[in-house]
């Protein structure tokens, strides 16, 4: 299974990006798609979550209301839409996935390779 998160960059505060990881060799459908981060210098924290369907999902307190998890069965694609971005924001963002639910990276199996996210004050 290979996943590769794409859509990173530079942006002012307030502004916007969508994010995409595309999942190749595996059942896209079989899988909960996460996202994490990890801001320079710290630990790997959770960003969100979304079912196999796309019908249940979950955020960090940090960006509920500002991101938006989505996925595309038919396009093997997950999809995280983030609003109203802060220089907090700012960190390498990666798409992780597995058959079970869960908020800890530890609970995925599958990584991409990152995407940077910079947001200037």
């Known amino acids: 299974v290979q996943l590769q998160a794409s859509g990173g960059g530079l942006v002012q505060t307030g502004g916007s990006l969508r994010l995409s990881c595309i999942v190749s060799g595996g059942t896209f459908s079989s899988f909960v798609m996460g996202w994490f981060r990890q801001p320079l210098g710290k630990e790997r924290e959770f960003v969100a979550r979304i079912s196999w369907r796309g019908d249940n999902t979950f955020y960090a307190d940090s960006v509920r209301g500002r991101f938006t998890l989505s996925r595309d069965n038919g396009k093997n694609t997950v999809y995280l839409q983030m609003n109203s971005l802060k220089p907090e924001d700012t960190s390498v963002y990666y798409c992780?996935?597995?058959?079970?639910?869960?908020?800890?990276?530890?609970?995925?199996?599958?990584w991409g390779q990152g995407t940077q996210v910079t947001v200037s004050s």
């Open positions: 992780a996935a597995d058959r079970k639910l869960g908020i800890l990276p530890s609970a995925y199996g599958y």
